[in-house]
């Protein structure tokens, strides 16, 4: 079976959870989850600290199994295959990990070799973008928890994926760089599938649909 290219062009995509749950030993996170989304809509999961947004969408994001239930990614043509569910999405988290390794030029050429960015944007123009053009030969080990931040957040937003998940997107952000979240999260693609986790309305006050995970325990 072919993947279509994703890559050249944005496909029409659709999200399917179907009575979702995790549970990690006996505690169950979530369960019984329902829903189903579709490009061009904006999703916002909301709940207190700790009620288990995160683990939800790291679940949707296919970096944690599921318990129970089924997660299906389809396109118009067939339904996307497990493995190949992180090429269709684009995830920015404050927990997420950079390769510390590597400077901002080497992050950002490795990235791309797994998911482009829109339009053909090349590294030097994506960095000046954000604003780390003086940094473009520094390690990620020796940038700020902000600088990561506003980098993952770049990466998600440039690059060319059917979904993006933003969670607690303005974590360790200043009131600047907020305000620069604001703006760029609203220019994403109308074909783009966006879902938000966050307990700070003015993160997710776009966003036409709500979910209180809070409601699936």
Known sequence: MTIPDLFSSLIPMQLIL??????FIREWIFRRLSLELSSGQRMAITGPNGSGKSTLLQVVAGALAASEGKLTYRNENQDIPADDVFRQVAIAA????LIEEFTLTELVDFHQKFKPFKNNLQTAEFIERLDLKASSDKF?????SGMKQ???LGLAF???VPVVILDEPTSNLDA???EWYYREVQ???DSQLVIIG????AEYSFCEKRLDIQAYK
Not at 18 to 23: I, T
Not at 198 to 201: L, Q
């Open 18 to 23: 179907e009575q979702l749950g995790k549970r």
């Open 176 to 178: 600047r760089n907020s």
């Open 150 to 152: 506003r980098l993952k």
């Open 198 to 201: 966050s307990n700070v309305p």
């Open 140 to 144: 990620i080990r020796n940038f700020s």
């Open 94 to 97: 404050p927990y997420l990990e």
């Open 158 to 160: 440039h690059s060319q």
């Open 187 to 189: 220019k994403l693609d």
